[in-house]
């Protein structure tokens, strides 16, 4: 199995966004998806998390409200505003273009300059 990887600073709150965005979740349910998308190589821990969705919230980037998850227990569940979704656009595109830059920083050999 992989060997899990650190998650870059800023990055958490693009993933939760992201997370949201395929469909309403409770706080367990978005690490568990985020998890899953990682395909196991993010561990999150909740300490960081936690504060993360509450940024988000504070920010207007998602909204809240109770409900009862899977296992009857009750649950806040976030989904994405609209200004939440024009911002995990931004972001996304944001990091798109920072991935290339990277890449292609490492990919120069010698004599290329």
């Given at each position: 199995?992989?060997?899990?990887?650190?998650?870059?600073?800023?990055?958490?709150?693009?993933?939760?966004?992201?997370?949201?965005s395929?469909?309403p979740?409770?706080?367990?349910?978005?690490l568990?998806?985020?998890?899953?998308?990682?395909?196991?190589?993010?561990a999150?821990?909740q300490?960081?998390?936690?504060?993360?969705?509450?940024?988000?919230?504070?920010r207007?980037?998602?909204?809240?409200?109770?409900?009862?998850?899977?296992?009857k227990?009750?649950?806040?569940?976030?989904?994405?505003?609209?200004?939440?979704?024009?911002?995990?656009?931004t972001?996304?595109e944001?990091w798109?273009?920072?991935a290339?830059?990277?890449a292609?920083?490492?990919?120069?050999q010698?004599?290329?300059?």
């Amino acid at each position: 199995m992989p060997e899990s990887v650190e998650l870059p600073q800023g990055a958490l709150e693009l993933l939760i966004l992201k997370a949201i965005s395929l469909g309403p979740l409770h706080g367990y349910g978005i690490l568990l998806r985020i998890q899953q998308l990682s395909r196991d190589r993010l561990a999150i821990l909740q300490g960081s998390f936690y504060p993360a969705i509450y940024r988000l919230e504070t920010r207007g980037w998602i909204s809240g409200e109770w409900g009862e998850s899977e296992n009857k227990r009750r649950a806040r569940f976030y989904r994405l505003t609209a200004e939440g979704r024009r911002q995990l656009k931004t972001e996304s595109e944001r990091w798109d273009d920072m991935a290339w830059v990277v890449a292609n920083i490492l990919k120069a050999q010698p004599g290329e300059l």
